[in-house]
T-cell receptor
Framework: AQTVTQSQPEMSVQEAETVTLSCTYD???????LFWYKQPPSRQMILVIR??????QNATENRFSVNFQKAAKSFSLKISDSQLGDTAMYFC??????????????????FGQGTILTVHP | GAGVSQSPSNKVTEKGKDVELRCDPI?????LYWYRQSLGQGLEFLIY????????KSGLPSDRFSAERTGGSVSTLTIQRTQQEDSAVYLC????????????FGPGTRLTVT
C-alpha cells in the first residue's frame, strides 16, 4: 500500500515571498502520478499541479512548481510570489493508474495529512 | 461548463438514522469517486465507479455504507444507522475516465451525526 506524508501541519509566509511545502511518499510502483491539491475554506478541492513519475522534468504551473526527487520519493511544492488567495490547506496525493476496459483510465488518490498555509499581508 | 455538484451542502442527523448524499458529476465524465474527510482519518478513498459499476469498493468502512450510480451519471452514497464517527465531509470527484487521471472535486457534504 502507498503512504503519503506531509510533515508540516502548518506553514506561514508573507505576501510576495516564496514558500516550500514538503511531501514524501512510499511506494514500490514505478509508474504513478503525484498531485498537489489546494482546499480553501470553501472546501472545494482544486488541482494545483501534477507530475508523472516517468518524467524527469519538474512540473511548473505559473507561480507553482515542484521538486520531484524520485529516488528519494520526495515531491515538494514551491509557491513563488505568494498571494493572499493562496491561503488554504494543501494536500499532496499519490495515484497508481489503472487501465480498464475500453482504454479507460482511473486511479484512487491517496492523500497526505495536509498542510495549512497562511499568507500574511 | 458546470462543475461537480453535491447535495445537501450540510446535513445534521440523529444517531441511528439513515442518510443519502448525492453527487452530480461533470457531464460526460465516466469515472466517479467518493472520498471522506474527517479529523481523525484525514482524506480517504471510499468507492470508485466506472459507468454504473463499482470495480473498487475497498474503502467503504463498513456494510452500513453503500453507493450506487444510475444512468452513468448521478451517484448516491447511503449511510445506514449513522454513528457519531460517520461525521465528516464527504467529497465526490469525477474524471473523464478516458486517458485522463485528473479528478475534479465537488464542494462536499458536511455530515454531522448528533
Amino acid at each position: 500500500a502507498q503512504t503519503v506524508t506531509q510533515s508540516q501541519p502548518e506553514m506561514s509566509v508573507q505576501e510576495a515571498e516564496t514558500v516550500t511545502l514538503s511531501c514524501t511518499y512510499d511506494t514500490s510502483e514505478s509508474n504513478y502520478y503525484l498531485f498537489w491539491y489546494k482546499q480553501p475554506p470553501s472546501r472545494q478541492m482544486i488541482l494545483v499541479i501534477r507530475q508523472e513519475a516517468y518524467k524527469q522534468q519538474n512540473a511548473t504551473e505559473n507561480r507553482f512548481s515542484v521538486n520531484f526527487q524520485k529516488a528519494a520519493k520526495s515531491f515538494s511544492l514551491k509557491i513563488s510570489d505568494s498571494q493572499l488567495g493562496d491561503t488554504a490547506m494543501y494536500f499532496c496525493a499519490f495515484m497508481k493508474p489503472f487501465t480498464g476496459a475500453g482504454g479507460t483510465s482511473y486511479g484512487k488518490l491517496t492523500f497526505g495529512q495536509g498542510t495549512i498555509l497562511t499568507v500574511h499581508p | 461548463g458546470a462543475g461537480v455538484s453535491q447535495s445537501p451542502s450540510n446535513k445534521v442527523t440523529e444517531k441511528g438514522k439513515d442518510v443519502e448524499l448525492r453527487c452530480d458529476p461533470i457531464s460526460g465524465h465516466t469515472a466517479l469517486y467518493w472520498y471522506r474527510q474527517s479529523l481523525g482519518q484525514g482524506l480517504e478513498f471510499l468507492i470508485y465507479f466506472q459507468g454504473n459499476s463499482a470495480p473498487d469498493k475497498s474503502g467503504l468502512p463498513s456494510d452500513r455504507f453503500s453507493a450506487e450510480r444510475t444512468g452513468g451519471s448521478v451517484s448516491t452514497l447511503t449511510i445506514q444507522r449513522t454513528q457519531q464517527e460517520d461525521s465528516a465531509v464527504y467529497l465526490c470527484a469525477s474524471s473523464p475516465g478516458i486517458s485522463s487521471y485528473e479528478q475534479y472535486f465537488g464542494p462536499g457534504t458536511r455530515l454531522t451525526v448528533t
